[in-house]
């Protein structure tokens, strides 16, 4: 079956512009992870949805990252007023049950804000 | 906080042969899972093995197999018969078993294996 997709796989986007980066979970994925990863290193943790439902933002690096999942299916990470710190891969990844000891990753999206 | 530490940058191995990739975390939970992850330069994270913390046997996945040690908080990833397509970036990461954020993940800073024909 089909995995997790993301979209675009690479956006440039000028500082101060908005962005907003698309996660289709694997069809009935009752959790969705996102990460932000910096070069050569390994992805730190941003948010996590259970359905609808945002149930731990604490890793949203500032109030410029927003995440939604209005219908509990595909998630939308918006990131206002990008800064060149903003600049890494977002992954998102998808759990068939409540938590994830079984995390399904996307291809991410490669974010270089010039 | 729980904290995972690959302390091995970079390793090199000749096809056909044994490595072990090193991981050592440290956390408070006593029940948790552990895994290590693959990631090749095509950027798709792909998961190797997982171990539960309650299961004192090692998991093994074919060529794949650990040696996890709970009271050192030590998990090793050793690849037998190494192959060309093994070459890839290699995370060790972390969940709690429990919580209502149970699955967030905690990574290392990663290995790069590269396999030599």
């Known amino acids: 079956g089909a995995g997790v997709s993301q979209s675009p796989r690479y956006k440039v986007a000028k500082r101060g512009q908005d962005v907003a980066l698309r996660c289709d979970p694997i069809?009935?994925?009752?959790?969705l992870f996102w990460y932000q990863q910096a070069l050569g290193q390994g992805p730190e943790f941003l948010t996590y949805?259970?359905?609808?439902?945002?149930?731990?933002k604490s890793g949203l690096p500032s109030d410029r990252f927003f995440a939604e999942r209005p219908e509990g299916s595909v998630s939308t990470l918006k990131i206002q007023r990008t800064q060149q710190e903003d600049s890494a891969v977002y992954l998102c990844?998808?759990?068939?049950?409540?938590?994830?000891?079984?995390?399904?990753f996307g291809p991410g999206t490669r974010l270089t804000v010039t | 906080a729980q904290t995972v530490t690959q302390s091995q940058p970079e390793m090199s191995v000749q096809e056909a042969e044994t490595v072990t990739l090193s991981c050592t975390y440290d956390t408070s939970e006593s029940n948790y899972y552990l895994f290590w992850y693959k990631q090749p330069p095509s950027r798709q994270m792909i998961l190797v093995i997982r171990?539960?913390?309650?299961?004192?046997q090692n998991a093994t996945e074919n060529r794949f197999s650990v040696n996890f040690q709970k009271a050192a908080k030590s998990f090793s990833l050793k690849i037998s018969d190494s192959q060309l397509g093994d070459t890839a970036m290699y995370f060790c990461?972390?969940?709690?078993?429990?919580?209502?954020?149970?699955?967030?993940?905690?990574f290392g800073q990663g290995t790069i294996l590269t396999v030599h024909p």
């Open positions: 949805f259970q359905n609808e439902a945002q149930l731990d």
């Open positions: 069809s009935g994925h009752v959790s």
């Open positions: 990461a972390f969940t709690d078993a429990g919580g209502t954020s149970y699955g967030k993940l905690t």
């Open positions: 990844a998808s759990s068939p049950g409540t938590g994830g000891s079984e995390q399904y």
């Open positions: 171990q539960e913390a309650y299961k004192q």
